[in-house]
């Protein structure tokens, strides 16, 4: 990272269309700095690895929000001793009470500074907190146009109620509490299993088992057959199916499963065409 020539500077949660507008302007030398808030839930932590494929520098808000512009120029320089260029948003600001912008970049570093205009799609503006509300709506497809990829959650496989199996179908259940979990209901998905490049056509559910035990539960269901899961799951969201429903008898719940499993099998072939 110290040879990179470039540095595309801001908080990164969700790595969407609008933050790829900024990467690209990074060349062939450039390193993304992702500020850490404390407060992404979209990309947590190293997840936005998986989306670019230049390296990462992650920066403690709080080691760096105290600083005066011509500090935190320092600050940088001492980075990335080759600096030639720092790529910022439009609307970045930074260091103490966030008082300073791209025109005090400008001013103190000797460099080129690009700042990126604000981008849109199909006229309404990209941000970070627009993709969340959309995801806690159930919006999948306009959270995921936003981004530019699926939304996807991934964690540590946990026990599940026990009954799955033997009563409705198989499931995977994964702990994904660091991730903004999607409005409750059912969801066409991909499920991609520990280490294993393939995501699985799936149907997943989110939310409170109310119609049984009455727990939350993040849970997938493969479609192409029982896969066996040892560790961790991703779960990549495409469209969603139905909210979360109370029903009577655990049959109506089972007819409904097949019923969400009939139509995501139909969701999911739409994409392959």
């Known amino acids: 990272m110290r040879d990179s020539t470039a540095i595309a500077i801001g908080g ?3 790595m969407h269309i609008g933050h790829q507008h900024l990467f690209r302007e990074l060349g062939e030398r450039g390193t993304i700095v992702v500020i850490e808030t404390g407060y992404a839930n979209l990309t947590p932590k190293k997840e936005r690895e998986n989306y670019s494929h230049y390296p990462i520098l992650y920066i403690e808000l709080e080691d760096i929000r105290h600083l005066e512009a011509d500090e935190f120029i320092s600050f940088l320089k001492e980075k990335f001793t080759k600096l030639q ?3 910022v948003g439009y609307d970045f600001h930074f260091g103490k009470d966030r008082k300073y ?3 005090d970049l400008r001013e103190l570093f000797d460099g080129e500074v690009k700042v990126v ?5 199909e006229g309404d503006s990209i941000h ?4 969340r509300t959309k995801i806690k709506i159930g919006d999948i497809k306009g959270a995921n146009d936003f981004l530019g990829h ?3 959650i991934n964690g540590p496989l946990v026990a599940g109620q026990g009954i799955g199996k033997k009563e409705f179908v198989a499931t995977i259940n994964i702990d994904a509490r660091e991730y903004l979990t999607p409005k409750e209901g059912v969801y066409a998905t991909l499920t991609r299993i520990d280490d294993d490049e393939h995501f699985h056509p799936s149907v997943s559910f989110i939310g ?5 035990d009455g727990s939350f539960a993040v849970e997938s269901h493969i479609l192409d057959g029982e896969v066996l899961c040892r560790d961790r799951a991703r779960i990549s969201f495409v469209s969603h199916l139905r909210d979360n429903k109370k029903f009577n008898t655990k049959a ?3 007819k409904a499963i097949e019923c969400d499993i009939e139509e995501a099998y139909k969701r999911l072939k739409l994409l392959q065409l």
Request: aromatic share 14%.
């Open 208 to 212: 409170h088992r109310v119609t049984t």
């Open 12 to 14: 990164f949660d969700g």
């Open 85 to 87: 260029k720092i790529v």
């Open 117 to 121: 205009d604000e981008v849109s799609y």
């Open 101 to 103: 912008s791209f025109d």
């Open 150 to 152: 699926n939304y996807t």
């Open 128 to 131: 970070s907190h627009k993709i």
């Open 252 to 254: 109506e719940l089972k």
